[in-house]
T-cell receptor, first 118, second 114 residues
Framework: ETGVTQSPTHLIKTRGQQVTLRCSSQ?????VSWYQQALGQGPQFIFQ???????GRGNFPPRFSGLQFPNYSSELNVNALELDDSALYLC?????????????????FGQGTRLTVV | AQSVTQPDIHITVSEGASLELRCNYS??????LFWYVQSPGQGLQLLLK??????LVQGIKGFEAEFKRSQSSFNLRKPSVHWSDAAEYFC????????????FGDGTTLTVKP
């Protein structure tokens, strides 16, 4: 196991609702990245948080937002859910002391949250 | 922009046979390269990674991969496949110094015949 925990493991939401997914990073890691993995595809980078600030974003609309807390845990929020948001959402923990560029040579993934939008 | 292509969507091999999964990447400089394995409904487990140095890297579970700069490839190999190797395999590329910002291929599904 990687030490990265995500909650909940599964959830079902209705189109138009909002959802919050949570991730606890591995001890000693200060960087959290979020990915969306649709069925049959590879993970797609949503955004990354470093020391509570967004540090890069993929091609996702603003209704995908995030937070990182002082203990480096993180949340992913999705507003106005659409059917296409149904996917496995993965959190990855990385980094150590200093910037994301230092000792950021490996990302440790959680087990994911399976979101179904109906 | 960086990208990864895994040309084989699905591969079937017999148990005990050798395996090679292909990965081609596009990146403007020397990248970080990774291979991950994913069992159904699970997260990603890192098999191996390449940053620099020896172009043949060893990983867990008996896997190895070879970085070929001239071909922009990072193919994964295993000399003898076990039934437990059946899974989805993903190749990924990241900008140097930030493994958290990776670009993944669409994966190769490995089926192992008894």
């Amino acid at each position: 196991e990687t030490g990265v925990t995500q909650s909940p493991t599964h959830l079902i939401k209705t189109r138009g609702q909002q959802v919050t997914l949570r991730c606890s990073s591995q001890s000693g890691h200060n960087t959290v990245s979020w990915y969306q993995q649709a069925l049959g595809q590879g993970p797609q980078f949503i955004f990354q948080y470093y020391r509570e600030e967004e540090n890069g974003r993929g091609n996702f609309p603003p209704r995908f937002s995030g937070l990182q807390f002082p203990n480096y845990s993180s949340e992913l929020n999705v507003n106005a859910l659409e059917l296409d948001d149904s996917a496995l959402y993965l959190c990855a923990s990385s980094g150590g002391q200093g910037s994301p560029g230092i000792a950021n040579t490996e990302a440790f993934f959680g087990q994911g949250t399976r979101l179904t939008v109906v | 922009a960086q990208s990864v292509t895994q040309p084989d969507i699905h591969i079937t091999v017999s148990e005990g046979a050798s395996l090679e999964l292909r990965c081609n990447y596009s990146y403007g400089a020397t990248p970080y390269l990774f291979w991950y394995v994913q069992s159904p409904g699970q997260g990603l487990q890192l098999l191996l990674k390449y940053f620099s140095g020896d172009t043949l890297v060893q990983g867990i579970k008996g896997f190895e991969a070879e970085f070929k700069r001239s071909q922009s490839s990072f193919n994964l190999r295993k000399p003898s496949v076990h039934w437990s190797d059946a899974a989805e395999y993903f190749c990924a590329v990241a900008r140097r110094s930030n493994a958290g910002k990776s670009t993944f291929g669409d994966g190769t599904t490995l089926t192992v015949k008894p």
